[in-house]
């Protein structure tokens, strides 16, 4: 089975949850083909962690020739909207996890009510009339067993009617709940008559104002799987503990070959912010830009930043799946986003903080075009022409008029290599009434021009340019990680001013690049040289400005790490 498979060939794949399938296949547990799912609520937008989880059932099924399902766990009307459910859709195609069905728990509603029926008719469920406090009072602790409810011996006929009303909208919100009868007893808290239905009066995205009970996860879950011909229900550690209820509903109700639930170790990372709760305070709140912010780690986020679906695939294979719980630095993905990009986009040159430049012995009137290769690691993408003339912009940093020890740039009487043109040497400061350097007057070598083979002496260094006359204005975003520290994150006492690193959202305007990137595209990606890897903003790039997120710095922290 392992080679029909090709899970042999494939050893970064290979897991303990591959292996329990493969067991499963082998011993004809299922008679029908596997299927797995990802059943997000649509309540917020999907992030890496959600990525994470989306690739572990998505990769079992297509390894296994199944079904890869996405359903909606849309049962709580008062946190659900349309907005999120196109979202993670969206997102989801543009992570090419393209699901074989899209699904919905809110079109089991009725089959879920009368599984619910059904446990009533066993004497398996009960109305219970305790209040939620009342409910976690009567459950116990850890350490000490449940209370039971006084209202748990109900006759089966008094049950029958009372969740019949319940389901008619004749009582109020919260007044009543569906519990299912277990073991108040269970070392297991989640076994001790746990709440099957509650009572909520709002309007449903999908369904409207016909349903006012909506059933909990706990048991709207292994129905939905059942119900959908789920093989194996793949979830976070945190739910191994729910197992045994997972596997209770489903033996009651007689379900066939019902689904398996199996957990893989929950998946952390630092220098972001994952928590549904948190997110929402920090978009809500106004203190990012929307749930596209590129500082966040939603799926919008990274896209928008300019993010690959292949770095991120890159990504969660280099991190694996493993039964516990495992923390990943943020700086893993911007490694493999500049493994993915380093032989994919073209190089250009952008100045950020432009210094006028005039070659004082470059005939007046004139350019020429000089041919630079679009990228060093793949001739493949070829070469573009760059035009070249008297006047030149500069990064104000590569002068220095005072130059420190080992500055191996442009300063006065020194001369260096423009990248892909000549040597040019600093004879002249101009300054302003402020003493501020506006301007240089440089002379060049014509016998120095890249690509001549003129060695006769060395230059200090090499440095980036932009001609002045066909260089194209931008702003640019520079992005740093969000928090200043981790730590802080859940830290009560400090305010989101106080968490949020000021330094994670820079605004360059009047920046320079070369007329190379006239009529890039939304989400278009470009080595800026010595500056990193950088996008075309979707959200503030108009027809008059381009506007270029930094993705991520040239320098690779992690793996140096």
């Known amino acids: 089975m392992a080679e029909e498979n090709n899970i042999a060939k494939d050893p970064l794949a290979y897991n303990f949850l591959h292996l329990e399938v493969e067991r499963d296949i082998e011993a004809g547990t299922f008679s029908r083909e596997i299927c797995t799912r990802f059943p997000p609520e649509p309540n917020g937008y999907l992030h890496l962690g959600s990525a994470y989880a989306i690739n572990i059932s998505y990769t079992i099924a297509k390894k296994f020739g199944g079904t890869f399902n996405l359903r909606f766990d849309d049962t709580n009307p008062l946190k659900e909207k349309e907005e999120y459910a196109q979202a993670i859709i969206d997102d989801m195609y543009w992570l090419k996890f393209v699901p074989d069905r899209i699904l919905y728990g809110s079109d089991y509603f009725e089959k879920t009510y009368e599984y619910a029926i059904q446990l009533i008719k066993k004497g398996k469920a009960y109305v219970c009339d305790l209040t939620p406090e009342e409910i976690r009072k009567y459950r116990g602790t850890l350490t000490e067993p449940g209370k039971e409810s006084p209202y748990r011996n109900r006759s089966i006929e008094e049950n029958l009617d009372l969740f019949q009303r319940m389901k008619n909208g004749e009582f109020p919100a919260g007044s009543k709940v569906l519990r299912a009868k277990i073991d ?142 495992s923390t990943v630095d943020i700086s893993m993905l911007d490694h493999c986003l500049r493994e993915d990009l380093k032989e994919k986009v073209n190089t250009v040159m952008a100045v950020f903080h432009p210094l006028k430049v005039v070659i004082t012995n470059y005939p007046e009137g004139e350019e020429e075009l000089l041919e630079i290769e679009n990228n060093s690691l793949n001739p493949q993408l070829g070469t573009r022409m760059v035009p070249f003339g008297r006047e030149i912009f500069i990064e104000r940093e590569d002068f220095m008029e005072e130059p420190v020890k080992g500055f191996k740039r442009l300063s006065p009487g020194v001369e260096v290599r423009l990248k892909g043109a000549y040597f040019i040497k600093c004879n002249e400061v101009i300054k302003n009434e402020k003493g501020e350097i506006v301007e ?27 001609p002045a006359k066909q260089g194209i204005f931008v702003d640019i975003h520079l992005y740093d990680r969000l928090l200043l520290d981790d730590d802080l994150l859940k830290d009560e006492t400090k305010t989101w001013e106080e968490k949020i690193n000021p330094q994670s959202f820079i605004k360059l305007t009047n920046c320079v690049v070369e007329p190379a990137i006239k009529g890039a595209n939304v989400e278009d990606k470009f080595q800026f040289i010595r500056q990193g890897y950088f996008c075309v903003d979707s959200k503030y790039t108009t027809s008059e400005k381009l506007v270029f997120n930094r993705i991520v710095p040239l320098k690779d922290s992690w793996k140096k790490k």
Request: glycine share 8%; hydrophobic share 30%; aromatic share 12%.
């Open 184 to 325: 108040m007893a269970s070392p297991n808290i989640n076994m001790r008559d746990p709440v099957m239905y509650r009572i909520i009066h709002a309007e449903h995205y999908r369904r409207g104002n016909k349903w006012c009970i909506y059933p909990m996860y706990d048991f709207a879950h292994p129905l939905q799987d059942a119900i959908e011909g789920v093989t194996h229900s793949l979830c976070s550690i945190e739910f191994k503990d729910h197992r045994p209820l997972y596997e209770w509903f489903l033996e009651e109700l007689e379900i066939p070959e019902p689904p398996k639930q199996r957990e893989f170790g929950r998946f952390n990372l630092t220098g972001v912010v994952t928590s549904k709760r948190y997110l929402k305070e920090l978009v809500y709140g106004n203190y990012v830009d929307g749930w596209d912010d590129p500082r966040l780690p939603t799926i919008k986020g990274l896209r928008r930043r300019g993010y690959t679906p292949e770095s991120i695939h890159r990504f969660l294979g280099e991190i694996g799946i493993s039964k516990d719980q």
């Open 440 to 466: 240089l007057h440089c002379t060049y070598d014509p016998q120095t021009k890249s690509g001549s083979g003129f060695n006769e002496r060395k230059p200090k260094g090499t440095i980036h340019w932009v």
